[in-house]
């Protein structure tokens, strides 16, 4: 299973004028223990329950098959009737396929239709276009194998990534133990290549640099043309997603204040991660600060963008406030209302695994806000530990929405 928390990491929560952030030491190489996803199962083949014996023995002849085929055909007909596996790789599977030359033959299928005159007649599916070769495909000769360095951070291209034509889409990542961030995009099984950007701890840092107009196209040029170099023909960028963690929210802030940003980006992810001070007057929220992600959040609210925010229930330190309460000011502004989440029910936080005694706590939302394609969790939580589950995470949080967004073709 995933770790409950990134390793060779530390959380520090907010102090004076600081914002909960993820302290980094030296990252491993890898996670070990990490469940990789399995191909589906190949599927059972399913056989008619009622067969015409000798009809399909004396129909043999014009399917071209000799009599001990036939025998094995009509014992993998029974057996599978009888709920007998017939996968791949099983020993009855040599029946099963003789099976499938009588059926494919149609000699099954007339011997079928005698025997269930009453069965009602299916449509026959329509046959489906030729799949692309292997080998001319855009991502044939793609190397996946390492990660591809640039200036404050790395490129890496999921194994979910999948290409036919060279179009590609970039999730931008702000803050985040590399080995961790690549292990959750793995896990959702995100169609997309990955930059990671940490800058440190501070939220400062991030929004500074990513506030300058240059900064952010110079490192998507470097993807563009380390995608080329890796392998993918005709590599052209298609659909740009924003995501941060904790303080890296600053950079989210920065590249979407800039003028005609907003436009450029498809969505917007923030794990545990929007802040915004308070006015010196009446210590009302400054909604100036918040009003990039404001922008978005009301775009997405229309479902012309992807927001997903996901925050714990940290109260900072300093004289700001916390993702909980700059999250309920978007809420406001966009008409989205919360309702109660499945951690609201004190029991059901807990999964039974193994023994019926064995409970495991589970990172269930307090509450959920969604309107158009604006998807707002609020999770439980006020120590370190619950802060970094927004990172480890996000594999079954924020992620999924972004591959479901991405599941359809994008708009023209």
């Not at 007998?84 to 009855?92: E, P």
């Not at 298609?238 to 940003?261: E, H, I, K």
């Not at 990039?292 to 925010?309: C, D, H, T, V």
Request: proline share 8%.
């Amino acid at each position: 299973m995933f770790p409950a928390e990134p390793p060779c990491a530390e959380v520090q929560l907010p102090h004076d004028d600081d914002e909960p952030t993820l302290i980094f030491r030296r990252p491993p190489a890898s996670i070990g223990g990490m469940a990789m996803p399995f191909e589906s199962p190949a599927p059972v083949m399913a056989s008619p329950t009622r067969r015409s014996t000798s009809r399909l023995i004396a129909l043999s002849a014009g399917a071209g098959l000799g009599f001990a085929a036939v025998v094995g055909a009509l014992v993998s007909m029974q057996l599978g009737a009888a709920g007998f596996d017939l996968r791949a790789g099983s020993a009855l599977q040599p029946a099963a396929a003789a099976a499938a030359v009588l059926r494919s033959t149609g000699v099954a299928a007339r011997v079928e239709a005698k025997a269930e005159a009453a069965a009602p007649v299916q449509a026959t599916p329509a046959t489906a276009a030729p799949a692309l070769a292997a080998a001319d495909r855009a991502d044939a000769t793609l190397d996946r194998t390492a990660v591809i360095p640039i200036p404050d951070g790395i490129i890496t291209i999921p194994a979910s990534f999948a290409s036919a034509d060279g179009a590609y889409d970039l999730v931008i990542h702000f803050h985040g133990v590399n080995d961790v961030v690549q292990a959750g995009f793995d896990r959702a099984r995100v169609n997309a290549v990955v930059m990671i950007i940490n800058l440190g701890i501070s939220s400062g840092a991030y929004e500074t640099q990513f506030s300058i107009r240059s900064y952010l196209p110079a490192l998507m040029a470097k993807a563009q043309v380390a995608l080329e170099a890796r392998g993918l023909r005709g590599a052209r960028l298609r659909r740009v997603a924003l995501s941060a963690f904790s303080a890296g929210y600053a950079a989210v802030r920065g590249l979407l204040n800039q003028p005609g940003f907003i436009d450029k980006v498809d969505a917007v992810l923030l794990l545990d991660g929007i802040h915004t001070g308070y006015m010196p007057l009446d210590h009302s929220l400054d909604m100036e600060r918040l009003k990039p992600f404001s922008r978005f959040a009301e775009l997405a609210a229309e479902g012309k963008k992807l927001m997903s925010i996901t925050h714990s229930e940290i109260t900072p330190n300093g004289d700001y406030a916390g993702t909980h309460e700059s999250t309920d000011a978007l809420l406001k502004l966009t008409g989205a209302q919360r309702t109660p989440g499945p951690g609201a029910d004190e029991q059901a936080i807990y999964d039974l695994t193994g023994e019926a005694s064995e409970a495991k706590l589970r990172f269930a939302p307090l509450s959920e806000a969604h309107r158009g394609a604006l998807h707002v969790r609020g999770y439980p939580g006020t120590q370190k530990p619950d802060h970094v589950r927004h990172l480890t995470r996000m594999a079954e949080t924020a992620l999924p929405d972004l591959v479901r967004y991405w599941s359809e073709p994008p708009a023209q």
